[in-house]
């Protein structure tokens, strides 16, 4: 077994998984990826064992393709996937940390198998009001609106699911992340299991504004209940999710984020 653990971010496109990734990456003992020819530093592009094409991964569609939803016992759950992923990562990690943070949006269908092939791996992973999405994708996708809230609520559908077989996974969004940064910087430390001093870093910018609200049909509406979202881009109190193994750990990342165990 390698002496470093991975931890995997994901997201839909333009969930915020760019700023929590450095968010992470500026944590003590924590390398990213650095200087790799790829759209955003994604992982995903510098590995040759899961094939990935603009195909696979197309904002607003890989959510609900089941070839992109990657679980334990699959075609690519082998020992020789693991050795070609790690070979081919390798590089483009500081050598000599213990946790090594990749991001890619397709991360958010593949916890199952990557917790499978990296039994250690942590997960990160981030919502982010569908309005929002659907408004900050739109330039990209030609998509309506209900079919773009219904292609949100099918994907997280899955990762809810899903994160019932995980032992080790975070679920935030982004409107807290940028409400309140130093606050999830901390809770993310303490999942990591890492001790961060406290900064005074400047705050995120919330772009959420920037895109118009709609009133949302009911079915919609009852369906984001789970993640605390409603009609006109409205964010209700939430919860974030925190698995671990340890439950020391996990009920310190409740007391930092100010959560009852």
């Known amino acids: 077994m390698n002496s470093h653990r991975y931890v995997f971010v994901g997201g839909l496109h333009r969930s915020g998984t760019s700023p929590l990734t450095r968010m992470i990456e500026d944590l003590p003992g924590i390398a990213g990826i650095t200087d790799a020819p790829v759209p955003e530093r994604e992982g995903v592009y510098l590995q040759g064992a899961i094939p990935h094409t603009a195909r696979h991964g197309m904002p607003m569609h890989f959510g609900t393709d089941p070839a992109q939803h990657h679980v334990e016992g699959s075609t690519y759950d082998t020992l020789a996937v693991r050795q070609r992923m790690e070979e081919d990562w390798s590089r483009w990690f500081q050598p000599g940390t213990y946790w090594r943070v990749e991001k890619s949006p397709v991360n958010l269908l593949r916890t199952r198998l990557y917790q499978q092939l990296f ?12 309005q929002a999405v659907h408004g900050a994708v739109s330039k990209w996708v030609d998509l309506g609106q209900d079919a773009s809230v219904d ?25 807290d992340l940028v409400a309140e940064p130093e606050r999830y910087r901390r809770a993310v430390a303490a999942f990591l299991q890492i001790d961060a001093p406290a900064l005074d870093d400047p705050p995120l910018a919330d772009r959420n504004g920037t895109y118009p609200g709609w009133r949302m049909p009911k079915h919609q509406e009852q369906a984001l209940e789970r ?35």
Not at 119 to 129: E, G, M, N, T
């Open 227 to 261: 993640w605390g979202y409603d009609s006109e881009m409205r964010v209700k109190p939430f919860r974030p999710v925190v698995r671990h193994a340890l439950n020391s750990v996990r009920m310190h990342v409740h007391r930092v984020l100010g959560f009852d165990a």
């Open 119 to 130: 039994p250690l791996a942590h997960f990160v992973l981030i919502v982010r009001h569908p």
């Open 151 to 175: 292609h949100w609520i099918a994907a997280h559908e899955v990762v809810a699911e899903d994160i019932e077989h995980l032992h080790h996974v975070m679920v935030l969004r982004y409107e």
